[in-house]
T-cell receptor, first 110, second 113 residues
């Protein structure tokens, strides 16, 4: 039961360029969406979220876009920095229920 | 401020042995509590969630169980571990009744040998 999918297991970008991570979901009841960053042997760290009543939310270099009709969200990181290299998980939530994708490993090359 | 503690950080257990992982949250009351597992190369799988003391729901039928003996304490247990139980176990919390992020502990790396 994969209600949240991240179809790209990895992404490599050059420092200073834009990183775009994508996520799709199947359950139209989800109303709150999040992105997390995870380093090995650590718990995921919350990055940014968006409510279903919005289509864009910005926080510094991070912007999340939500397309409800397509059941798709994306995370843009501009400019990308080597310290951004990590695994990124998207999540979708309704009430207590929060489901995660399989993650995308981002590598930012100097 | 709120903090979450999860222990132990690493654990190596033989097949058939019992398991007990503990998680506590400080600085909040009546949180929603969760156990997730990340298997090697895979995403975060929801195992259990709890919206209150002794109110626990299981997402995946397996030989694991969870208990919430106190408001801010969540325990993951097994009577007999299987090789397939190996993975990275994460405890998380969020305020009850709100659309808000989950806050994760640092995880427990369990290796069943």
């Amino acid at each position: 039961d994969q209600q949240v999918k991240q179809n790209s297991p990895s992404l490599s970008v050059q420092e200073g360029r834009i990183s775009i991570l994508n996520c799709d979901y199947t359950n139209s009841m989800f109303d709150y969406f999040l992105w997390y960053k995870k380093y090995p042997a650590e718990g995921p760290t919350f990055l940014i979220s968006i409510s279903s009543i919005k289509d864009k939310n910005e926080d510094g270099r991070f912007t999340v876009f939500l397309n409800k009709s397509a059941k798709h969200l994306s995370l843009h990181i501009v400019p990308s920095q080597p310290g951004d290299s990590a695994v990124y998980f998207c999540a979708a939530s309704v009430g207590w229920d929060m489901r995660f994708g399989a993650g995308t490993r981002l590598t930012v090359k100097p | 401020s709120q903090t979450i503690h999860q222990w132990p950080a690493t654990l190596v257990q033989p097949v058939g042995s019992p398991l007990s992982l503990e998680c506590t949250v400080e600085g909040t009351s009546n949180p929603n509590l969760y156990w997730y597992r990340q298997a090697a190369g895979r995403g975060l799988q929801l195992l259990f969630y709890s919206i209150g003391i002794d109110q626990i729901s299981s997402e995946v039928p397996q030989n694991l169980s969870a208990s919430r003996p106190q408001d801010r304490q969540f325990i993951l247990s097994s009577k007999k571990l299987l090789l397939s139980d190996s993975g990275f176990y994460l405890c998380a919390w969020k305020p009850g009744g709100e659309a808000s992020p989950l806050h994760f502990g640092n995880g427990t790396r369990l290796t069943v040998t």
